[in-house]
C-alpha cells in the first residue's frame, strides 16, 4: 500500500522570535505554491502577528500542519524527505501491520543497515582482538602465563575499558542526534567535551589498576596469578587513556558515516599489535610484560592514526568549528547520558568477566578454560550483535535528529530480523567446531577438553544475546540509557548472576553452573529488551532529541550577543546558528505528527544569569573535579610504590617449582626462592 500523499504542508520563512510567543500556535497568510516532488500543495507564509510581535525561527524544509483539520489527516510518524544534508529520508512505501515494522521496505533499510555494519562490525571485532592476541601469544608460554594474561585483561575490561565505553554511551546519543541534525558544526562541541570528560575519568580506573595486586588477593584468587596479573596492568595503565581516545574518535568518524577509514586503521594496529607480541615474547623473551607494553604500542599508534586523519576532514570545517571555552559546559547533559551507560555497559560486561573470577576460586585450569569460553562468546558478540547495535545506533539516532519518528521503527525491526538469521549460523559454527576452536588459545588437553565440553552452552543464547546487541544499540541511540542500565541489573545481577553462583557452590557444577546462569540472564535480557523497544513512543524521541540538539547553555553566548537577546527575551537566550524551532498547537492537546513541536515539561529553558559569574563557577567545579581525581592516582601510586601490607602481612616465598609457601623476609626465609611476593590479609 503506498503511502497517502493528500496532505497539505507549510514551509515557514526565518523570522525573528521573541520568548514569550515562541511556543505558542500561529497562523500565517499564505499563497498557494507549484506542488513538490510528493505531490503535497505546499504554502510558504510570513509572519502576520501584531505589532512587536515575532514568531518562531523555523528552517526550510521542516512541514507543519496547515491546521487541526488537515493535522489530524496526517499518520502517527508523518515523514517527508527533510533538507538535512546527508541524511535520507525515503518515501514510506507500507502502512498498516507491515508498515509498523518495515515502513520503508525491508530490502532498503538492509543495504543502508549492511553499508553501515558491516564496516562497523569488523572494525568492532578488529578493537577486540586486542585481548585475544595476548592470550594466544601468551598462551604459548605455558598454563600460568595464559590464566595471568586472561585474568588481567578481564580485571582491565571491567574497571577500565567497560567504564570508558559506558561513559561514550553519550557519545552515540549526541553524535549521532548532533549529525542528523541541521547544527552539524556542534559535534565538534561534542567531541571537545567528550575529550575533558574522558581523560578525566580515566584516572580512577588507573587508580585500580595500580592497586590490583591486594584487590586480587581479596578476591581470593592465586597469589601467583594475582602478583603476576598485577605487575601486566602496571604497565597497561597508559594504554587505558590511548585505548579512550581511540574508541572516541572512532565513534565520531563512524558517527558521519566514514565508517572505511576505522577499519584500515584498525587492521594496521592490529598487525601492529601481533608483531610487537612475536618480538618481545619470543624473541626478546621478555614475559608476559611485553604483552601488555605491545598493546600499549598499539593503542597508541591507533589513536595518533584516528586523531591525523579527523585533522585531515576538519578542514572543511563541517563539524567543527574551533576550539571553544563551551566544552566546559553542560556537563550535565553528557553525565545523565553516561552514568546509566556506564551502568549498563559495565553490569553487562562485568558480569561475564566475573567468570573469571569465580573461575579462578575453582582452579587454574577452570580459570584457563574461562579465558577461552569468554573469549569466544565476546568474539561472537562483537561480530554481529555488537557492530549491528553500532549501526543502528547511529541511523536510529540520525533519523531522530532529522525529525523523523518512523525511521527507528524501520531500523529496528531490519536489524533484529538479520541478527537472528545470521545468530543461527553462528550457533552451528561453534557446535561443530567445538573440538577446534580451544587448540587456537592453548595445547593443554585438559583445558581443550573441558572447553569442548562447555562451548554447546556458549553457542545456546547467541539468539538472544543477538536480541541484546541490537535493543542495546537502539537504547543508546534515543538515549534511554537509564533503561538499559535497569535491565541489566535485573536480569544479570538479581536472576541470572545468583543462579549460576548457587549452581557452581552448591551444587558444584563448577564452569557447567556458571555458564547455565549466564544463559538464562541473557535469555531475559534479550525478551526484555526486545519489548520494551516495541513499546518506545518514537515521537516523543524525535522531540527529546530536537530538545539535545538545540537548546544551548546561556554561558556560552558570547557577551554582546547576551546582552542584546537578554534584554529582548527576558530570561531565554537562543543560540543564533541552532534556533530552529517548531510551532505547537494551539491547545495542550498530544499530537502524533512530530513535525508539530511541543516542549516538553520536563526540560526548561535556560535562564539568564551574569556570564563572567557564572563561568568562574563552572571552571572552579572542572578543576575541582579534575584536582580529586588526580589526587586518588597520585595515592594509589605511593601505595602501589610502598605497599603498606607487606609490612603488616609478611610476605609469599615463590619456589622454583611455582609453589609458595608464607615467610618473613631475613635469614629465616628458605634459601631457594625464586622472589618474595607481598601478601595480603584475605
Known sequence: MSFPRTNKIRLAEHTPVTHDDRYTNFHHES????????????????????SGSQWPLVSRGR????????????????????????????????????????PFGFCYEFKKL?????????????AFLSGPISIIFCGRLGKSALATVGLAVSLFNVTGFAVITGLLTAADTLFSQTFGSQDKWKMGIQLQRAFAIVSIC????????????????????????AKAAADYLLYMVPGLWFAAYAQMFTKYIQTQNRVLPPLFIGIATNALN???????LFVVKTGVKGSAISQVAAYAFQCVVLLSYILVIERRGVTWNGWTNKLWLDWGTWFKLAMPGIFMTTLEWSIFEMGSIVAGTIGEKELATQAILFNVESMCFTLLPFGFGVAVSIRLGHFLGAGSS?????????????????????????????????????????VIQLAASLLPLVAAFQIFDGSVGVCSGAIRGAGLQFIGAAVCFVTLYVIGGPIGLCLVFLAGMKLNGLWAGLTVGTILEGLVYFTICQCINWDTQVILARERTKV????AVDAENEAEVGCQNAGYISDQTSSHFLSTAD???????????????????????????????????????????????????????????????????LLPNGTYVSVSRGPSAPPNCATFLTEFLY
Open 202 to 225: 580515566c584516572f580512577p580506573c588507573a587508580a585500580l589498576h595500580l592497586l590490583a595486586e591486594p584487590i586480587l588477593r581479596l578476591l581470593k584468587q592465586d597469589p601467583v596469578v
Open 63 to 102: 512541514m507543519l500542519a496547515e491546521s487541526d483539520e488537515e493535522r489530524q489527516q496526517l499518520l502517527p510518524g508523518d515523514i517527508r524527505r527533510t533538507e538535512v544534508p546527508g541524511i535520507e529520508i525515503p518515501d514510506i512505501v507500507h502502512t498498516g501491520w507491515l508498515g509498523r515494522f518495515f
Open 552 to 555: 544551548v547553555d546561556s554561558v
Open 114 to 126: 549492511v553499508q553501515l555494519a558491516l564496516p562497523i562490525t569488523i572494525t568492532s571485532l578488529i
Open 406 to 446: 518512523v525511521g527507528p521503527r524501520s531500523v529496528l525491526s531490519v536489524a533484529l530480523v538479520t541478527v537472528w538469521l545470521i545468530s543461527m549460523l553462528f550457533v552451528l559454527t561453534i557446535v561443530l567446531l567445538r573440538w577446534h576452536i580451544p587448540k587456537i588459545f592453548t595445547t593443554d588437553s585438559d
Open 587 to 653: 491547545d495542550d492537546e498530544s499530537i502524533s505528527s512530530p513535525q508539530i513541536y511541543h516542549r516538553p515539561a520536563t526540560i526548561p529553558a535556560p535562564i539568564f544569569v551574569d556570564r563572567p559569574t557564572k563561568f568562574r563557577k563552572v571552571m572552579a567545579s572542572r578543576v575541582g573535579l579534575i584536582v580529586s581525581v588526580v589526587a586518588i592516582f597520585i595515592v594509589a601510586a605511593c601505595l602501589r610504590a610502598f605497599p603498606p601490607w607487606s609490612k603488616s602481612y609478611g610476605s609469599l616465598c
Open 31 to 50: 499563497h498557494t505554491e507549484p506542488t513538490d516532488h510528493f505531490g503535497v500543495e505546499v504554502r510558504q507564509g510570513s509572519s502576520q502577528q501584531g
Open 274 to 280: 601481533a608483531l610487537l607480541h612475536y618480538v618481545l
